[in-house]
């Protein structure tokens, strides 16, 4: 069984910043990629950004610039710093995380979210 746990999310005023953590536990062998996505009230689940196992990073235009995954491998945990954030970031902020447990190929895995609100 593996875990996701997201936590650092908040309120904060626009121009500030706030830091996502999440920590995967449980049956791990390897993690191939683990990345973010929101969602906010009334509109689909959307990319934010991407981090593999190598580091390779992707990230969604809207946030380019202003947030910064990053990923400690010992830990199995991802990080991602937000600065500069605008009323529009205002979601709930979801891990995902692509793991494989000994003996398998791997699955994809989603924390239970985080909510993030940044108030003009």
């Known amino acids: 069984q593996v875990q996701l746990v997201e936590s650092g999310g908040g309120l904060v005023q626009a121009g500030g910043s706030l830091r996502l953590s999440c920590a995967a536990s449980?049956?791990?062998?390897?993690?191939?990629?683990m990345s973010w996505y929101r969602q906010a009230p009334g509109k689909q689940r959307e990319f934010v950004v991407i981090?593999?196992?190598?580091?390779?990073?992707n990230y969604a235009d809207s946030v380019k610039g202003r947030f910064t995954i990053s990923r400690d491998n010992g830990k199995n945990t991802v990080y991602l710093q937000m600065n500069s954030l605008k009323p529009e970031d205002t979601a709930t902020y979801y891990c995902?995380?692509?793991?494989?447990?000994?003996?398998?190929?791997?699955?994809?895995?989603w924390g239970q979210g985080t909510q993030v609100t940044v108030s003009s």
């Open positions: 449980g049956s791990i062998f390897s993690i191939n990629y």
């Open positions: 981090i593999t196992s190598g580091g390779s990073t």
């Open positions: 995902n995380a692509h793991i494989a447990s000994p003996g398998t190929y791997g699955n994809s895995y």
